[in-house]
C-alpha cells in the first residue's frame, strides 16, 4: 500500500480580499510539482468568499466540476441556462464537456460562504454538457459514510463522466468505521478531514488526520482502511482512478 499526507498548513493559499482560497494541489499561481494531482482528481480547493463577492462568467471544458457548500449558500448561473441557489448541505456537479461557462457568487450580500470546488479528469472527452444538484440536508445520516457521487445516474447521490465514488460522514468521537476501495485495482482514496480529528490505519501504516488535512492510499488490495474519530469529525471520502 501507497500513502502520501498533506498537511493543511502546507496547502497553496491565496488572498484576493473577496476570497481566500487554499489549493490541496496545484491551481492559478500555487504551484508545485509534487503535488499536480492524485490520480484524476485534479483540484481540491477550499475557498472562503466574503458576502457579495465570486467568480464572474468564465469557461470550462472537459472537465467534471463538484461544489459543495459548507457554509453560507452560492448562486450559480451557466450557458446551459441554469441559475440556482446552492446551499450547505447541497451537492453540485457540472459535466464541462464540449465547454460551458459560469458564474459563482456568494449568494449573501453580509455573510461568508464556505465551499470545497472539485474537479476530476473526465473517463469521456467532449459529451454534451450536463448540470445536476441534489439536497442532501438532514438524510445524511450521522455516524456512518453516506455516498453522495458516483459513475452512475441509477445510484445514490449525484453522477459523473468517471469511476469515482464521493462518502461524507459526521463522526461523534470514538467512533470507528472503515472503507474498503470498490475497485481497489484501479483505484485510490483521497481523505479531506473537513472537521475535527481522525487516525487512519492502513495496513501497517498509522497517520493522523487535524483539520484540513488530506491524506491518500492506493494499492491498497481488498485491505480496508480503518478510521477512528478522536473528537468530532467531518469528513469526506474521495475514490478515484489513479490513472490518467
Same mark, same amino acid.
Given at each position: 500500500m501507497q500513502t502520501l499526507l498533506h498537511k493543511?498548513? +502546507?496547502?497553496?493559499?491565496?488572498?484576493?480580499?473577496?476570497?481566500?482560497?487554499?489549493? +490541496?494541489?496545484?491551481?492559478? &499561481?500555487?504551484?508545485?510539482? &509534487?503535488?499536480?494531482?492524485?490520480?484524476?482528481?485534479?483540484?481540491?480547493?477550499?475557498?472562503?468568499?466574503?458576502?457579495?463577492?465570486?467568480?464572474?462568467?468564465?469557461?470550462?471544458?472537459n472537465m467534471e466540476i463538484i461544489t459543495i457548500p459548507l457554509k453560507g449558500a452560492l448562486a450559480h448561473k451557466d450557458s446551459m441556462g441554469n441559475a440556482s441557489v446552492i446551499h450547505a448541505g447541497d451537492v453540485q456537479v457540472m459535466s464541462a464537456g464540449t465547454g460551458v461557462y459560469h458564474s459563482e457568487f456568494n449568494h449573501y450580500p453580509d455573510k461568508e460562504c464556505n465551499l470545497l470546488q472539485i474537479w476530476l479528469f473526465p473517463n469521456q472527452r467532449n459529451v454534451a454538457p450536463r448540470y445536476q444538484q441534489i439536497s442532501f440536508g438532514e438524510k445524511l445520516l450521522h455516524n456512518q459514510l453516506n455516498q453522495i457521487l458516483s459513475p452512475s445516474e441509477k445510484d445514490e447521490g449525484v453522477w459523473i463522466y468517471q469511476n469515482a465514488y464521493f462518502h461524507l460522514g459526521k463522526f461523534n468521537v470514538g467512533t470507528n468505521f472503515s472503507y474498503t476501495l470498490k475497485d481497489p485495482a484501479n483505484n485510490g482514496l483521497y481523505a479531506f478531514l473537513i472537521e475535527g480529528q481522525m487516525q487512519v490505519k492502513a495496513q501497517d501504516q498509522?497517520?493522523?488526520?487535524?483539520?484540513?488535512?488530506?491524506?491518500?492510499?492506493?494499492? +491498497?488490495?481488498? +485491505?480496508?482502511?480503518?478510521?477512528?474519530?478522536?473528537?468530532? &469529525?467531518?469528513?469526506?471520502?474521495?475514490e478515484v482512478p489513479m490513472a490518467l
Open positions: 493543511a498548513q +502546507t496547502r497553496g493559499s491565496a488572498n484576493h480580499g473577496w476570497l481566500q482560497a487554499n489549493h +490541496t494541489f496545484s491551481f492559478a &499561481s500555487y504551484r508545485d510539482p &509534487s503535488r499536480m494531482h492524485f490520480g484524476v482528481l485534479r483540484v481540491l480547493n477550499d475557498d472562503l468568499i466574503a458576502g457579495g463577492g465570486g467568480f464572474g462568467t468564465h469557461p470550462h471544458d498509522t497517520l493522523d488526520l487535524h483539520k484540513r488535512d488530506g491524506a491518500g492510499f492506493w494499492e +491498497t488490495t481488498q +485491505t480496508p482502511l480503518e478510521f477512528k474519530a478522536l473528537a468530532d &469529525s467531518h469528513i469526506l471520502l474521495m
